[in-house]
Protein backbone atom coordinates (compact mmCIF):
# COMPACT_ATOMS: atom_id res chain seq x y z
CA UNK A 1 0.00 0.00 0.00
CA UNK A 2 1.16 3.60 -0.43
CA UNK A 3 1.44 6.59 1.57
CA UNK A 4 -1.31 8.64 1.96
CA UNK A 5 -0.94 12.35 2.54
CA UNK A 6 -3.90 14.87 1.95
CA UNK A 7 -1.78 18.59 1.23
CA UNK A 8 -4.39 20.73 2.80
CA UNK A 9 -2.97 23.81 0.64
CA UNK A 10 -5.22 22.47 -2.26
CA UNK A 11 -8.06 21.01 0.20
CA UNK A 12 -10.82 22.41 1.84
CA UNK A 13 -9.34 21.14 5.24
CA UNK A 14 -7.66 24.83 5.30
CA UNK A 15 -10.80 26.62 4.45
CA UNK A 16 -13.99 28.02 7.33
CA UNK A 17 -16.70 26.40 4.80
CA UNK A 18 -18.59 23.71 6.36
CA UNK A 19 -17.76 20.41 6.81
CA UNK A 20 -13.65 21.49 5.93
CA UNK A 21 -12.83 20.19 9.05
CA UNK A 22 -14.13 16.80 8.36
CA UNK A 23 -12.23 16.55 4.91
CA UNK A 24 -9.36 13.52 4.37
CA UNK A 25 -7.52 11.92 2.18
CA UNK A 26 -9.10 9.78 -0.40
CA UNK A 27 -8.38 6.67 0.47
CA UNK A 28 -5.74 4.45 -2.37
CA UNK A 29 -8.66 1.38 -2.72
CA UNK A 30 -11.27 4.03 -3.89
CA UNK A 31 -8.73 5.52 -6.28
CA UNK A 32 -7.73 2.11 -7.71
CA UNK A 33 -11.39 1.79 -8.21
CA UNK A 34 -11.95 4.48 -10.15
CA UNK A 35 -8.61 3.53 -12.11
CA UNK A 36 -10.25 0.06 -12.92
CA UNK A 37 -13.47 1.97 -14.28
CA UNK A 38 -12.23 4.64 -15.81
CA UNK A 39 -12.36 4.47 -19.89
CA UNK A 40 -10.34 7.05 -21.36
CA UNK A 41 -7.16 8.30 -20.32
CA UNK A 42 -4.93 10.90 -21.26
CA UNK A 43 -0.95 10.02 -21.57
CA UNK A 44 1.15 12.95 -21.55
CA UNK A 45 4.73 12.29 -23.03
CA UNK A 46 8.00 14.46 -23.61
CA UNK A 47 9.28 14.48 -27.16
CA UNK A 48 13.36 14.48 -27.21
CA UNK A 49 13.12 17.80 -28.34
CA UNK A 50 11.36 18.93 -24.45
CA UNK A 51 8.16 19.73 -25.74
CA UNK A 52 5.29 18.19 -24.49
CA UNK A 53 2.99 15.60 -25.94
CA UNK A 54 -0.36 14.35 -24.76
CA UNK A 55 -3.08 11.90 -26.32
CA UNK A 56 -5.89 10.45 -25.14
CA UNK A 57 -5.97 6.24 -24.62
CA UNK A 58 -7.65 3.54 -23.71
CA UNK A 59 -5.69 1.86 -20.76
CA UNK A 60 -6.62 -1.23 -18.10
CA UNK A 61 -5.74 -1.26 -14.45
CA UNK A 62 -4.12 -5.08 -13.83
CA UNK A 63 -2.27 -5.74 -10.73
CA UNK A 64 -1.14 -2.58 -9.66
CA UNK A 65 -0.20 -1.36 -13.21
CA UNK A 66 -1.39 0.72 -15.94
CA UNK A 67 -1.27 -0.55 -19.37
CA UNK A 68 -1.70 1.08 -22.81
CA UNK A 69 -1.07 0.26 -26.25
CA UNK A 70 0.06 2.06 -29.74
CA UNK A 71 2.06 1.47 -32.65
CA UNK A 72 5.67 1.70 -32.63
CA UNK A 73 5.83 4.65 -34.72
CA UNK A 74 3.64 6.70 -33.45
CA UNK A 75 4.85 9.81 -31.28
CA UNK A 76 4.08 8.36 -27.79
CA UNK A 77 6.14 5.46 -28.81
CA UNK A 78 8.92 7.48 -29.78
CA UNK A 79 8.65 9.88 -26.79
CA UNK A 80 8.45 6.53 -24.59
CA UNK A 81 11.92 5.26 -26.12
CA UNK A 82 14.25 8.42 -25.40
CA UNK A 83 12.47 9.15 -22.06
CA UNK A 84 10.70 6.74 -20.04
CA UNK A 85 8.69 9.24 -17.86
CA UNK A 86 5.06 9.91 -18.46
CA UNK A 87 1.67 10.51 -16.88
CA UNK A 88 -1.51 9.24 -17.19
CA UNK A 89 -4.75 11.18 -16.01
CA UNK A 90 -8.04 10.24 -15.95
CA UNK A 91 -11.50 11.80 -14.11
CA UNK A 92 -14.76 14.50 -14.39
CA UNK A 93 -15.00 17.12 -16.61
CA UNK A 94 -16.67 18.68 -13.42
CA UNK A 95 -16.03 21.77 -11.28
CA UNK A 96 -18.02 20.53 -8.63
CA UNK A 97 -17.96 16.47 -8.37
CA UNK A 98 -15.49 14.02 -8.73
CA UNK A 99 -12.33 12.52 -8.84
CA UNK A 100 -9.33 13.22 -11.13
CA UNK A 101 -6.14 10.82 -11.02
CA UNK A 102 -2.73 10.95 -12.14
CA UNK A 103 -0.67 8.42 -12.40
CA UNK A 104 2.92 8.92 -12.69
CA UNK A 105 5.72 6.40 -13.47
CA UNK A 106 8.21 5.05 -16.02
CA UNK A 107 6.02 3.49 -19.13
CA UNK A 108 8.48 -0.25 -19.74
CA UNK A 109 7.71 -2.25 -22.62
CA UNK A 110 5.89 -5.22 -21.88
CA UNK A 111 7.93 -8.28 -24.34
CA UNK A 112 6.71 -11.22 -22.83
CA UNK A 113 3.91 -12.45 -24.76
CA UNK A 114 2.11 -14.44 -21.87
CA UNK A 115 1.52 -10.54 -19.94
CA UNK A 116 0.63 -9.01 -23.46
CA UNK A 117 -2.28 -11.84 -23.20
CA UNK A 118 -3.41 -10.96 -19.70
CA UNK A 119 -3.09 -7.06 -20.48
CA UNK A 120 -6.08 -8.23 -23.94
CA UNK A 121 -7.64 -10.34 -21.61
CA UNK A 122 -7.83 -7.48 -18.95
CA UNK A 123 -8.36 -5.13 -21.88
CA UNK A 124 -11.59 -6.96 -22.96
CA UNK A 125 -13.44 -7.59 -19.44
CA UNK A 126 -13.26 -3.96 -19.25
CA UNK A 127 -14.00 -2.47 -22.61
CA UNK A 128 -15.96 -5.54 -23.71
CA UNK A 129 -16.54 -7.06 -26.93
CA UNK A 130 -17.54 -4.34 -29.04
CA UNK A 131 -13.55 -3.19 -28.55
CA UNK A 132 -12.47 -5.98 -29.95
CA UNK A 133 -11.20 -6.68 -33.96
CA UNK A 134 -13.56 -9.48 -35.80
CA UNK A 135 -10.17 -11.62 -35.66
CA UNK A 136 -11.28 -11.89 -31.94
CA UNK A 137 -8.43 -10.17 -30.21
CA UNK A 138 -8.21 -6.97 -29.05
CA UNK A 139 -8.00 -4.10 -31.85
CA UNK A 140 -5.82 -7.13 -33.38
CA UNK A 141 -3.43 -6.27 -30.84
CA UNK A 142 -1.84 -10.41 -30.40
CA UNK A 143 -1.13 -10.14 -34.13
CA UNK A 144 0.09 -6.73 -34.41
CA UNK A 145 2.00 -7.48 -31.09
CA UNK A 146 3.45 -10.59 -32.72
CA UNK A 147 4.23 -8.67 -36.04
CA UNK A 148 5.83 -5.80 -34.78
CA UNK A 149 2.87 -3.22 -35.63
CA UNK A 150 1.98 -2.76 -31.56
CA UNK A 151 3.92 -2.36 -28.56
CA UNK A 152 2.51 -2.50 -24.95
CA UNK A 153 3.74 -0.55 -22.20
CA UNK A 154 3.22 -0.91 -18.48
CA UNK A 155 3.13 2.09 -16.01
CA UNK A 156 3.86 1.32 -12.36
CA UNK A 157 2.66 4.26 -10.42
CA UNK A 158 5.54 6.03 -8.71
CA UNK A 159 3.52 8.79 -7.43
CA UNK A 160 -0.16 9.30 -7.64
CA UNK A 161 -2.54 12.47 -7.22
CA UNK A 162 -6.01 12.51 -6.60
CA UNK A 163 -8.08 15.77 -6.91
CA UNK A 164 -11.85 15.19 -5.05
CA UNK A 165 -14.62 17.02 -5.17
CA UNK A 166 -17.75 16.62 -3.79
CA UNK A 167 -20.69 18.66 -1.61
CA UNK A 168 -18.56 21.67 -2.30
CA UNK A 169 -15.42 20.58 -0.35
CA UNK A 170 -12.23 19.81 -1.92
CA UNK A 171 -9.45 17.11 -1.67
CA UNK A 172 -5.93 16.72 -3.03
CA UNK A 173 -4.56 13.32 -1.82
CA UNK A 174 -1.00 12.68 -2.69
CA UNK A 175 0.15 8.59 -2.72
CA UNK A 176 4.03 7.42 -2.59
CA UNK A 177 4.33 4.17 -3.72
Given amino acids: MPTTDLDPRYSSAIHPRPGAENVTPTPWPEAQRRLEEAEIFWVSTVRPDGRLHVTPVIAAWHEGVLYFSTGPEEQKAKNLAHNAHCALTTGRNSLTEGLDLIVEGRAEQVSDP ?23 TFHGISDAFRTGRAVVFAVEPGTAYGFGREGGLFTHTRWAF
Fill in 114 to 136: AKVEEVIAAYEAKYGAHITSPEG
